[in-house]
T-cell receptor
Framework: DVKVTQSSRYLVKRTGEKVFLECVQD?????MFWYRQDPGLGLRLIYF???????EKGDIPEGYSVSREKKERFSLILESASTNQTSMYLC???FGQGRGTDTQYFGPGTRLTVL | AQTVTQSQPEMSVQEAETVTLSCTYD???????LFWYKQPPSRQMILVIR??????QNATENRFSVNFQKAAKSFSLKISDSQLGDTAMYFC?????????????FGTGTRLKVLA
């Protein structure tokens, strides 16, 4: 079974702190994604990566950056956390083009609260 | 720009009954993929069913089936013989792959409650 893990289930941070959310997948997937999930808004893509050191902005990248130094690991960074970044963050991964069915496999999520 | 609309924020169904969740989307593309994902309470999101737009035949996975109407841009999910374990948030998603990059759009979700 594909396993996608996220470093924390719950996280509480203060405004202005730098926050790291980590995601690891064990299925040799090329693609990895970070979403935020808010009630009434569904999932919105923040960033995705289709290879090591490669990244593309999603629909709401402002205030976030990402890092992918190894294929299995994709980090989301909040440079200076703000209260409007309080949300559930979901990581996902999938096979790259020509491999697999583009199905995304999700982690359990990190519920981040910024005070 | 592509959009995905789920017009039913909440639904409920009696155990063993059938329920249909609606999803419409807007795109000018001809080749794309559609998905239904399920997010049970406090658990990970998982794939329910997947449909390639170039396939006319509706996808089926056990008790889950879709009604894919490409011209109408409609992709509804039918759950037959509903079970308590089907209680979850359901998301419809559109995916388009183009030159190595991806466009993945999710709807706002439908919260389904199966009643005993």
């Amino acid at each position: 079974d594909v396993k996608v893990t996220q470093s924390s289930r719950y996280l509480v941070k203060r405004t202005g702190e730098k926050v790291f959310l980590e995601c690891v997948q064990d299925m040799d997937h090329e693609n990895m994604f970070w979403y935020r999930q808010d009630p009434g808004l569904g999932l919105r893509l923040i960033y995705f990566s289709y290879d090591v050191k490669m990244k593309e902005k999603g629909d709401i990248p402002e205030g976030y950056s990402v890092s992918r130094e190894k294929k299995e690991r994709f980090s989301l960074i909040l440079e200076s956390a703000s209260t409007n970044q309080t949300s559930m963050y979901l990581c996902a991964s999938s096979f790259g083009q020509g491999r697999g069915t583009d199905t995304q496999y999700f982690g359990p999520g990190t519920r981040l609260t910024v005070l | 720009a592509q959009t995905v609309t789920q017009s039913q924020p909440e639904m409920s169904v009696q155990e063993a009954e059938t329920v249909t969740l609606s999803c419409t989307y807007d795109t000018s593309e001809s080749n794309y993929y559609l998905f239904w994902y399920k997010q049970p309470p406090s658990r990970q999101m998982i794939l329910v069913i997947r449909q390639e737009a170039y396939k006319q035949q509706n996808a089926t996975e056990n008790r889950f089936s879709v009604n894919f109407q490409k011209a109408a841009k409609s992709f509804s999910l039918k759950i037959s013989d509903s079970q308590l374990g089907d209680t979850a948030m359901y998301f419809c998603a559109f995916m388009k792959r183009s030159s190595g990059t991806y466009k993945y759009i999710f709807g706002t979700g439908t919260r389904l409650k199966v009643l005993a």
